[in-house]
Structures are given as C-alpha cells and as structure tokens.
C-alpha cells in the first residue's frame, strides 16, 4: 500500500503561483512514477503533468506547458507542482496518483491521494 496525501492548494488571484506537494509513505517511493491530475466542475478528470520514477521523464499536457513544473525527491517521498502564471481555467481539485514501474503518462496509476483545491480567481 502506498498513502498520498497533498497540501498546498488555495486561493489565488490569476496571473499568481501555488507549489502543491504530494507525500508518500508506504512502498518504497522511487519505484512509482507520479502524476498529478485534476479535475474542475463538470468535466473529465485530466493528467496535468507526470514524472518518470527516477525523475528524469517528464510530460504535460499543452494547457499547462511552460507555466507548470513537476519534480520530485525521492529522498523525501515527495512529488512537487510549481504551477506559475495561473489561469482561471486551472481551477480543479488537484490530486497525485502513483504508477509502480511506470513508464510512460497513460500507465495505470494504483494510488491516489484525497485531492487539494486550488481556486483561481479572475
């Protein structure tokens, strides 16, 4: 079993940055790659960004591309979000999801964290 649980979403005006965390404990971290999805009001929950369990891969998906960053440090069981120039259209609940030995965005993800809302205000 792999517990994950996310902090830092919040309030922010447009154009502001959050940095979500997301800590694991359980099995061991650094086989897992990470994603962070999302999911705002009446629509389909959406990958954001994923990282290869070494850290070294990573993806986004074109709405967020050069505005977010994901990273991770395995030391710390935790994966990261810097989400930059925010737009009111990123508002979502933001959750991390693990994949053990991923490799690759679309994988199937075995652990999911509770989710963090991050409201974007216009």
């Known amino acids: 079993q792999v517990q994950l649980v996310e902090s830092g979403g919040g309030l922010v005006q447009a154009g502001g940055s959050l940095r979500l965390s997301c800590a694991a404990s359980?099995?061991?971290?650094?086989?897992?790659?990470m994603g962070w999805f999302r999911q705002a009001p009446g629509k389909e929950r959406e990958l954001a960004a994923w990282?290869?369990?070494?850290?070294?891969?990573?993806y986004y998906t074109d709405s967020v591309k050069g505005r977010f960053t994901i990273s991770r440090d395995n030391a710390k069981s935790t994966v990261y979000l810097q989400m930059n120039s925010l737009k009111f259209e990123d508002t979502a609940v933001y959750y991390c999801?693990?994949?053990?030995?991923?490799?690759?965005?679309?994988?199937?993800?075995?652990?999911w964290g509770q989710g963090t809302q991050v409201t974007v205000s216009s």
């Open positions: 359980g099995r061991t971290f650094s086989y897992y790659a």
């Open positions: 990282v290869s369990a070494n850290g070294v891969d990573t």
């Open positions: 999801a693990a994949d053990y030995a991923g490799l690759r965005p679309n994988g199937q993800y075995d652990y």
